[in-house]
């Protein structure tokens, strides 16, 4: 037991990502970085769930499985939430607030621990150096999902908004072709969904050829969203009617705090800007700085949107697979909303590479490490690129994509998201007491309020999700726990190196 507990020295960290055989190349600034946590934030979740926060979820059974634990906790059997989820109305834009300021909690938290540790890995890593290996392993793990099921959200979201564009061009495509297999838990009667799945190879083919042209794609396409952006709020904002505002909470809190768990989400990019610490030129001072500005921004631009979007349409009308563009063609601004619905798939794409890059530099770290076979952290001899991994990650998530729906595939992201900034955050509070004379470029503010501030709220916005989430967060680590007991502890090469030592 001691063993599954024994932790890595931030020295030992360090001199492991030097090793020329598994090194990565340094060629990402502050501003690429800042992209790069933009480009993952602003994507599916501002152009689609959004609409589906403020409208809320109504299923065709009851189910006791679809509440949130909070209402179980609160009501039992009784739960209200049996049904669907109370949208939040106007109130989203109070929902991207607060999981903002959530996010900002858990993103000070993450830009200490990045100061420190300039290695890949995010908060595998950091809980490898303050936790242990077991729970380094299990949050890996939760990464894996995290990022996967995210990707795979966003390649939905794509297909969705790729659809809209055609129809709207008077393109008609086979709808067995454009639609995930599954929805809702049933047959939908399409083959596969194509799109879907092609975005994600060719991200992937991007990501092996290097991270400077990924980036230099990336920092395109976040220029082209936001601009997007500022159409949308600057056409329809003209059209806002106040009446669609009231009442701006119409399920209440409950609302509120189940639109946040849903929009969640959206904001879940940026600890994806930690994981290019290893190719980041100064990551000691830029790694922080591109956490925190790309917060600011996107907090900023989704509050706008939500109340905009909220404000041309009335807030039930927004349950569908395009709400932006949907809103934009009832109002007859059919030219912006063909531009718009551009954006919105560049910054799909945008969101997916950055997500692609983030899941296989996660499997790179955790085989770096011995934790998962050692071919995920071979680097291409060319393009210095952990190109298996990288492959497999693409994999991973194309075929999926192919299969299922969007709400499904976010709901278990932002709990395995939540999850892991819990663990962030005591990581923060472990460190200030394992190694307080540590140089700190960045400093959390406020310890221990903040670090324990985001433990809390984490945990109510993971209570506010369904209990069938819960039950296959659960599946997924048990599955990961066998994997770690059956290989990852015999192969692991911090516990080969101690039990040398020992010996």
């Known amino acids: 037991m001691k063993r599954l507990f024994r932790t890595k020295s931030i020295e030992r960290l360090i001199a492991e990502s030097e090793n020329p055989d598994h090194k990565l190349r340094r060629s990402l600034g502050p501003w690429s970085l800042a992209a790069l946590g933009i480009g993952a934030i602003i994507g599916t979740g501002v152009f689609i769930l959004t609409g589906t926060a403020a409208a809320g979820e109504v299923l065709q059974f009851e189910s006791i499985l679809k509440a949130p634990l909070l209402d179980v906790l609160m009501h039992g059997k009784n739960a209200v939430s049996m049904t669907g989820r109370p949208g939040a109305g106007p109130g989203i834009a109070l929902s991207f607030f607060l999981v903002a300021v959530v996010c900002a909690l858990a993103g000070l938290c993450y830009a200490e621990l990045a100061s420190m540790i300039p290695v890949a890995g995010s908060a595998y890593t950091y809980a490898y150096a303050t936790i242990g290996e077991f729970v380094a392993w299990i949050i890996g793990w939760d990464l894996i999902l995290e990022y996967a099921v995210s990707n795979m959200a966003s390649a939905v979201g794509f297909s969705a908004y790729v659809h809209s564009l055609l129809l709207s061009l008077g393109i008609h495509l086979p709808e067995t072709l454009m639609q995930p297999v599954f929805a809702n838990g049933m047959l939908t009667g399409a083959y596969f969904n194509l799109p879907g799945f092609l975005i994600i190879m060719v991200m992937t083919v991007i990501l092996v050829i290097g991270i400077r042209e990924s980036a230099g794609a990336n920092n395109l396409m976040v220029v082209v969203k936001i601009t997007a952006i500022l159409v949308?709020?600057?056409?329809?904002?003209?059209?806002?009617?106040?009446?669609?505002?009231?009442?701006?909470?119409?399920?209440?809190?409950?609302?509120?705090?189940?639109?946040?768990?849903?929009?969640?989400?959206?904001?879940?990019?940026?600890?994806?800007?930690?994981?290019?610490?290893?190719?980041?030129?100064?990551?000691?001072?830029?790694?922080?700085?591109?956490?925190?500005?790309?917060?600011?921004?996107?907090?900023?631009?989704?509050?706008?949107?939500?109340?905009?979007?909220?404000?041309?349409?009335?807030?039930?009308?927004?349950?569908?697979?395009?709400?932006?563009?949907?809103?934009?063609?009832?109002?007859?601004l059919e030219s912006v909303q063909r531009w718009v619905t551009i954006g919105a798939l560049t910054g799909m794409v945008s969101?997916?590479?950055?997500?692609?890059?983030?899941?296989?530099?996660?499997?790179?770290?955790?085989?770096?490490?011995?934790?998962?076979?050692?071919?995920?952290?071979?680097?291409?001899?060319?393009?210095?690129?952990?190109?298996?991994?990288?492959?497999?990650?693409?994999?991973?998530?194309?075929?999926?994509?192919?299969?299922?729906?969007?709400?499904?595939?976010?709901?278990?992201?932002?709990?395995?998201?939540?999850?892991?900034?819990?663990?962030?955050?005591?990581?923060?509070?472990?460190?200030?007491?394992?190694?307080?004379?540590?140089?700190?470029?960045?400093?959390?503010?406020?310890?221990?309020?903040?670090?324990?501030?985001?433990?809390?709220?984490?945990?109510?916005?993971?209570?506010?999700?369904?209990?069938?989430?819960?039950?296959?967060?659960?599946?997924?680590?048990?599955?990961?726990?066998?994997?770690?007991?059956?290989?990852?502890?015999?192969?692991?090469?911090?516990?080969?190196?101690?039990?040398?030592?020992?010996?």
């Open 351 to 503: 969101s997916m590479l950055v997500y692609q890059f983030g899941q296989a530099r996660i499997w790179f770290s955790m085989s770096r490490d011995g934790l998962l076979p050692g071919a995920f952290s071979r680097v291409h001899p060319r393009f210095r690129t952990p190109y298996i991994s990288t492959w497999t990650a693409g994999l991973f998530v194309a075929i999926p994509a192919g299969i299922f729906d969007i709400g499904t595939l976010a709901d278990l992201s932002n709990i395995g998201t939540l999850f892991a900034f819990s663990l962030v955050s005591v990581s923060v509070l472990v460190f200030r007491r394992t190694r307080p004379e540590y140089r700190r470029v960045f400093r959390t503010p406020w310890v221990p309020f903040v670090p324990i501030a985001s433990i809390v709220c984490c945990f109510i916005l993971m209570a506010s999700l369904p209990i069938e989430t819960w039950l296959r967060f659960f599946v997924w680590l048990s599955i990961g726990l066998v994997i770690y007991f059956v290989y990852s502890r015999r192969h692991s090469k911090f516990e080969k190196g101690t039990a040398a030592q020992d010996a």
């Open 232 to 332: 949308f709020v600057i056409a329809a904002g003209r059209y806002i009617d106040v009446e669609n505002w009231s009442p701006f909470m119409p399920n209440g809190w409950q609302g509120v705090l189940t639109g946040g768990a849903i929009v969640f989400f959206t904001y879940i990019g940026f600890d994806s800007v930690s994981t290019a610490s290893e190719e980041a030129r100064n990551p000691q001072r830029d790694i922080p700085f591109a956490i925190i500005a790309s917060l600011i921004v996107c907090a900023t631009l989704y509050v706008m949107v939500a109340l905009v979007l909220t404000g041309i349409q009335h807030w039930p009308t927004l349950r569908n697979a395009a709400p932006v563009a949907n809103a934009l063609n009832a109002l007859g």
